[in-house]
């Protein structure tokens, strides 16, 4: 946004040198503030999201389930790809484990923008709580993965739509709560 924009020119200022500070209307520390207002706290997956949202507006002719099913197919996958020892010995790397969980989490995360009951619904297509359980199974037995598995429990957290609905059941949100 033009807010991030703004800071990110102010920070090429001051490492080129020249005194921005004293020429913008607002310090870095008032800018800091204020991006807690404005700023978008996943600007990629906002982006993703609203695209993802206006696409199924733009195309009703293809029926919605089309697009959701395509989203918790690829996070089911994702979770059994990890899931599954025969499967998660093929990776090379961690790496490759977290970029899984990453795809997971992100369709998740889309899934319940775009489905008008989200992904915390007792008859979504993930399997949010076995996703989340893997999540935390992750993140205790690989102590390197700890902190990428943390943001994502915390984009899941705080990201998504549907999580406080009272449709979403009491184990799901404790398991998010802890």
């Known amino acids: 946004n033009d807010f991030s924009y703004y800071r990110r020119t102010q920070n090429k200022a001051k490492m080129l040198g020249t005194d921005a500070e004293s020429t913008s209307l607002i310090t870095a520390q008032e800018a800091n503030v204020m991006s807690l207002f404005y700023a978008n706290a996943t600007p990629m997956m906002k982006t993703i999201s609203d695209s993802m949202t206006q696409f199924v507006k733009e195309h009703s002719e293809i029926p919605l389930d089309r697009s959701t099913e395509l989203l918790s197919t690829l ?104």
Do not use: W
């Open 75 to 178: 996070s089911n996958i994702c979770r059994i790809m990890i899931e599954n020892p025969e499967y998660k010995q093929r990776f090379s790397s961690e790496d490759s484990t977290l970029f899984c969980l990453r795809v997971m989490v992100a369709t998740i995360i889309l899934y319940d923008f775009t489905h008008p009951n989200g992904a915390f619904h007792k008859k979504s297509q993930i399997d949010v709580r076995c996703s989340v359980r893997l999540l935390k199974d992750v993140q205790t037995s690989t102590p390197s993965c700890s902190a990428g598995v943390e943001s994502l429990l915390n984009a899941l957290r705080y990201t998504t739509r549907h999580l406080n609905d009272e449709s979403t059941p009491k184990p799901i949100k404790q398991l998010l709560a802890t």
